[in-house]
């Protein structure tokens, strides 16, 4: 069965750290693009962060770049995100996603974790 | 930054087609991409390249490109399909991955 099982998310400062990770299995992980998107409490979906199959390509939303840091463990077939700096605005559940690469272009997400949550709380 | 527009919400009744659209300057040279998401539950992908369907969605389910809007049509709306649906796509840079806002669709 494919399946992306997150884990990581909890509570945590403003200020703080945390450092999600993404197991994949049933596919060849290392074959896939891999992304993180976010979606806060009552509100819609936003893209974080995407790393091609071999990290040689890395994004990242303007509103995380400079503290948020994605990485793959291809060998372990694990997918991480190491949160820095959290804000409050950075509560949310974390998706991990995979890119099946219908298109040369960014996207289409089509399978998903259960997701992990983040609350960044004093 | 760019933006994708979606209506907030719509309501149908069983039976009747709904169609929810998704408006942005670059959908002429982007592929869409649709999500149906249920409460509690993680996103499930529907439409993919505009107009494409994963295996397992109902064929109900169709999409459709005319110039900067994208349209998601469910045919024949079931109670099942009272959910929140995204679009989503990519900006011109080719490196940014955006959603529209989600439209809440009711089925009365």
């Known amino acids: 069965e494919v399946q992306l099982v997150e884990s990581g998310g909890g509570l945590v400062k403003p200020g703080g750290s945390l450092r999600l990770s993404c197991a994949a299995s049933g596919f060849s992980f290392s074959a896939y693009t891999m992304n993180w998107v976010r979606q806060a409490p009552g509100k819609g979906l936003e893209w974080v962060s995407s790393?091609?199959?071999?990290?040689?390509?890395?994004y990242y939303a303007d509103s995380v770049k400079g503290r948020f840091t994605i990485s793959r463990d291809n060998a372990k077939s694990s997918l991480y995100l190491q949160m820095n700096s959290l804000r409050a605005e950075d509560t949310a559940v974390y998706y991990c996603t995979r890119d099946p690469g219908y298109s040369s272009s960014p996207g289409a997400f089509d399978i998903w974790g259960q997701g992990t949550m983040v609350t960044v709380s004093s | 930054s760019y933006e994708l527009t979606q209506p907030p919400s719509l309501s149908v009744s069983p039976g009747q087609t709904a169609r929810i659209t998704c408006s942005g300057d670059?959908?002429?040279?982007?592929?869409a991409y649709w999500y149906q998401q249920k409460p509690g539950q993680a996103p499930v992908l529907v439409i993919y390249k505009d107009s494409e369907r994963p295996s397992g969605i109902p064929e109900r389910f169709s999409g459709s490109s005319s110039g900067t809007t994208v349209t998601l049509t469910i045919s024949g709306v079931q109670a099942e399909d009272e959910a929140d649906y995204y679009c989503?796509?990519?900006?011109?840079?080719?490196?940014?991955?955006?959603f529209g806002g989600g439209t809440k669709l009711t089925v009365l």
């Open positions: 790393i091609t199959s071999s990290s040689s390509y890395i």
């Open positions: 989503q796509s990519a900006d011109s840079s080719d490196i940014y991955v955006v």
């Open positions: 670059a959908l002429p040279k982007q592929y």
